[in-house]
């Protein structure tokens, strides 16, 4: 497998150069009446484990160790919107 | 005269000659013995598919011999077959009991008694398989090379070469690459003329890499074709991959069909056209294509007579005048004992035998498409026999233009192939077609299933021969799609040596503190911790131990994760960051805390130390110290707020001054005051030690008066070696990992990672001090609420043992017979006299019980279940 990652700061990098930090989780205000707890349950503990593309968090150890966030289609592994 | 060594005798060479003719020419028959039943095996595709030419090359077994180059002096041997592998005394044997040896036997034989298993498994591990692995390393390491083409084109044939002489034209870069030398596996004639013009033309072509003699293994996403070559393993990043890998002519199967004697088509006339050796005397030619031919043209040339040439109607025409043409014929069996004697033909007319020495069969082409078929469609593309089986060259030549320019290429289905008979089905590992039938009889009723269970398809060959087999069998049985879809193809697609999978791996990654050589030099057992190599003991554990207790000591503590986070928002940062207070740190005081994440749980621990307004110095553990960073700049970046996160892991060194005695070792090595009104117990301070800036720490994790010296890593050797000399008269000795296991388990103190678990929440572990739940708000800190609901269901203790001996680390914990715990960390300890455990114990009934049990091989530890450190409770001996 030889996943590449167009990194902004370092350029196409062979993706073991970056620990993948899993789907982005949600920060943004809860709506209005939610339960926090309820709703900090569900972020810290469940994916939405989508079969598409899906936002991710990876970390570029190997280069710039900076945080990227990027499209990653679950399928295809095909990587684009990296920032 | 050039010559190779044959089983100790010289076979000689000529060239252009492969492993396999030369040693046909000087007679050789039988090159191999079958996978299971050890029935003779010869010659059959000379293509590189079949696995009956495996012989072991200068000690490499599993080397096609069809496939290499013979060399003068080379090394050449059979590896089965016993007294030899033209004579071998098991085959018949196992051939009479083959009844006894169903697919699977040694699941349902030779299981009772229990003890005949064994003594059988010895028996059938020497009768099977097809050579012994190399022991041995390597001569030379392998190494990668990476290649970035536009285009990866796999297979040198006319569409490949087309192929790559499009891309290079549009003036984009290519790598070929072909498993064989160029051409060599054609005979004279149209087809090797035009390969010999592509590949003259690719040759000046600076943006065409031909690597011959090189293996694609696998596609893989990326995409990344990896290609096993005589000198590199080398590593394809193209754009797109064409794959041009041809296809192969049918395998027949019929009773017979892997009796020396039958061939092929493309490698009987290989054979005959390109290494000018006739495969036999007279031949029963079975052709079904145009291809076949001119294959029975080159083998009559090489001096073949037919005795039969059976051909469709459709083609009968074609034949030359006066051949022994037999219209719509088959062979339907091949007799002989070691060597063909005789083909049963059977036509409109009946069966007829007729004697012969050579069977040639040329059936419809079946694709080699397994490269093809492991990756999605939009980054590979197929071009020439792979897609459209017996193409003509200007068709063949014409795909490998249209992969380039992205046309859709003209597919063409396989002509209907001859019907599945009783015989060798699958070459490589000799299952037979009855061995299917009865297969599918026990159930396993598809494709995949029926692989898995006979093992049809997964030899060397990789279905080559048999897939399509497989497959319409399944056809015809089930007719359903899903239960005949072909059987997934995965890596590697050709055989591959360890090596290769190794190349360019030879050196794990170790990390080493600047003080690596002192340790070695001192003699040092130096030690794994995660990345980093660091020193376990360096001579006797007591005398590390008691200089610690007693006198003065020193460890290297480079490997801790150091950080500088700075920043206007540095100080709400860190609030949010940590469950303990950070503003009301005064600049010169640090703190221990606890890092948590969002589930609430320990994942990290280590000092925050207050720099003065908007800058504070962090520790972390040394397994921590990479994950760590990352959390920190996750954080900031999710806060958006202006902090800057520093790793100064590798920029500075760390040594742990310890002892009743180090604030007069320190003293005799700074004229900056040490006294505990200028450090006190838990402060921070910058002093020059011995020249050196260091930045001291005031810490406790050993358990006496400890000062931590963070300094300039490049300053390492300079520091340790004046300290020692400084230390002399405290008759220092510095300690290890082993010393400071012990010295802090006395303390009480936890390890992250070996005292905690996945769930260890800070009250779990007796830490709900490092946690202020008044704060706003903290990573983790809703989780700890939610989690305050529930009964804590278990605690981590300090267990005191009765007498002077300890169970090892991880035994368990019992009471009543029931298993309730587990010891973390357990030790005997010096200054005590007794055994003392770290341990995780079961709250029943929401508390705790007095006494538990720790069970080891070597026998039952009583032990009281106390709360706090077990030596110097008060700390009495680290604040001094």
């Known amino acids: 497998m030889a996943i590449w990652i167009a990194c902004p700061n370092c350029g196409r990098r062979p993706f073991t150069e970056f620990w993948c930090a899993g789907e982005l989780p949600e920060h943004g205000p809860l709506p209005a009446g939610a339960d926090p707890h309820e709703a900090d349950f569900q972020r810290v503990w469940f994916r939405r484990n989508v079969a598409g593309p899906q936002r991710e968090r990876w970390f570029h150890f190997a280069g710039c160790r900076r945080w990227l966030t990027l499209t990653r289609h679950t399928l295809t592994n095909h990587i684009n919107d990296v920032a | ?880």
């Open chain 2, 1 to 880: 005269m050039t010559w190779l060594d044959f089983e100790g005798r010289q076979v000689p060479i000529r060239a252009g000659d492969s492993v396999a003719s030369a040693l046909y020419r000087a007679g050789v028959r039988v090159f191999s013995r079958s996978f299971k039943y050890r029935r003779p095996r010869g010659l059959y595709c000379l293509t590189g598919d079949c696995p009956n030419c495996q012989l072991t090359v200068n000690g490499e077994p599993g080397e096609r011999a069809c496939v290499t180059p013979a060399q003068q002096g080379q090394r050449v041997a059979r590896p089965t077959g016993w007294p030899s592998p033209d004579r071998d005394l098991g085959s018949s044997i196992l051939w009479a009991f083959k009844r006894l040896m169903p697919v699977g036997f040694y699941y349902k034989t030779l299981i009772r008694p229990k003890a005949i298993w064994p003594i059988a498994e010895r028996v059938i591990r020497k009768l099977a398989g097809v050579g012994d692995v190399p022991m041995h390393e390597p001569p030379a390491a392998r190494e990668r090379r990476n290649h970035h083409p536009v285009w990866c084109v796999v297979g040198g044939g006319v569409a490949g070469l087309s192929a790559a002489l499009a891309a290079s034209d549009r003036g984009e870069s290519v790598v070929l690459a072909d498993e064989g030398t160029l051409g060599e596996k054609l005979p004279p004639g149209p087809a090797r003329e035009r390969v010999d013009g592509l590949v003259a033309v690719l040759r000046g072509r600076s943006n065409v890499t031909l690597l011959e003699r090189a293996v694609a293994v696998a596609v893989y996403e990326g995409p990344l074709v990896p290609i096993a070559g005589e000198d590199f393993l080398h590593l394809v990043h193209p754009r797109k991959v064409v794959v041009a890998t041809g296809a192969v002519e049918g395998h027949p199967v019929f009773p017979g069909n892997d009796i020396p004697g039958l061939w092929l088509g493309r490698g009987a006339a290989r054979m005959a056209g390109a290494h000018g050796i006739a495969p036999g005397k007279r031949m029963v030619f079975w052709g079904a294509t145009d291809e076949s031919l001119e294959h029975l043209a080159v083998l009559e040339r090489a001096g073949v007579s037919p005795a039969a040439v059976l051909v469709p109607s459709a083609l009968a025409g074609r034949v030359p005048a006066g051949r022994p043409v037999i219209a719509d014929g088959s062979v339907v069996e091949a007799r002989g004992s070691g060597r063909v004697s005789g083909a049963v033909v059977r036509s409109s007319s009946g069966d007829q035998t007729y004697p012969c020495d050579t069977i040639v069969v040329s059936l419809p082409l079946e694709p080699r498409d397994r490269l093809l078929r492991q990756l999605e469609a939009t980054l590979v593309v197929g071009a020439g026999d792979v897609v459209a089986p017996g193409a003509s060259l200007d068709k063949a030549a014409e795909s490998g233009r249209l992969a380039i320019t992205g046309a859709t290429i003209p597919s063409a289905a396989s002509a209907p192939t001859a019907p599945t008979r009783e015989g060798c089905l699958c070459l490589c590992e000799d299952v037979f077609t009855n061995d299917v039938r009865d297969a599918w009889a026990e159930g396993f009723q598809s494709t995949e299933l029926l692989k898995r269970y006979t093992t049809a398809t997964m030899g060397p060959c990789q279905g080559a021969m048999c897939h399509g087999h497989l497959k319409r069998f399944v056809e015809a049985k089930a007719g359903s799609v899903p239960a005949s879809a072909p059987t997934t193809a995965r890596p590697p697609v050709r055989t591959i040596r360890l090596e290769d999978l190794a190349a360019g791996a030879r050196y794990p990654l170790e990390y080493r503190t600047g003080l690596h050589h002192r340790h070695l030099a001192m003699g040092a057992t130096m030690e794994w911790t995660g990345v980093w190599k660091r020193p376990e003991r360096y001579g006797a554990l007591l005398d590390e131990y008691w200089a610690v207790r007693q006198r003065a000591s020193i460890m290297d503590v480079g490997t801790l994760g150091k950080y500088r986070v700075a920043g206007r928002d540095a100080v709400e940062f860190l609030e949010r960051l940590y469950p303990c207070h950070v503003a009301n740190i005064k600049p010169g005081r640090s703190r221990y805390a606890l890092l948590l994440n969002e589930a609430g749980y320990v994942f990290d621990d280590g000092l925050i130390c207050s720099l003065g307004p908007e800058a504070y110095y962090l520790t972390v553990t040394s397994g921590g110290a990479d994950q760590a960073e990352g959390w920190f700049r996750d954080w900031a970046d999710t806060w958006s707020l202006d902090v800057h996160v520093a790793n100064l892991t590798g920029t500075l060194g760390a040594i742990n001054v310890a002892g009743p005695k180090a604030r007069e070792l320190l003293a005799s090595l700074t004229r900056d005051p040490v006294d505990s009104a200028a450090i006190p117990y838990s402060g921070h301070r910058e002093i020059t030690v011995a020249g050196v800036p260091c930045r001291v720490l005031r810490v406790g994790f050993v358990g006496e008066l400890s000062f931590e010296l963070h300094y300039p890593r490049l300053e390492s050797a300079a520091l340790w070696d004046a300290l020692l000399e400084a230390g002399r008269r405290f008759d220092l000795k510095p300690h290890g990992l082993e010393a400071l296991r012990l010295l802090r388990l006395e303390k009480g103190h936890i390890i992250v990672g070996q005292d905690t678990d996945y769930d260890s929440t800070p009250a779990k572990l007796g830490l709900d001090w490092a946690v202020k739940m008044e704060k706003p708000d903290f990573v983790g800190k809703i989780a700890l609420e939610r989690l305050s609901r529930l009964d804590r269901d278990k605690e981590l203790v300090s267990i005191t043992f009765c007498g002077p001996r300890a169970p090892v680390d991880g035994a368990q914990l019992v009471r009543n017979g029931d298993r309730i715990g587990y010891l973390t960390s357990s030790r005997l300890s010096p200054v005590l006299g007794h055994g003392i455990a770290l341990g995780w114990v079961a709250r029943s009934a929401s508390r705790l019980p007095d006494t538990v049990v720790a069970q080891d091989s070597s026998g039952r530890y009583e032990g009281r279940v106390t709360k706090g450190p077990f030596y110097d409770p008060e700390g009495v001996r680290l604040r001094a």
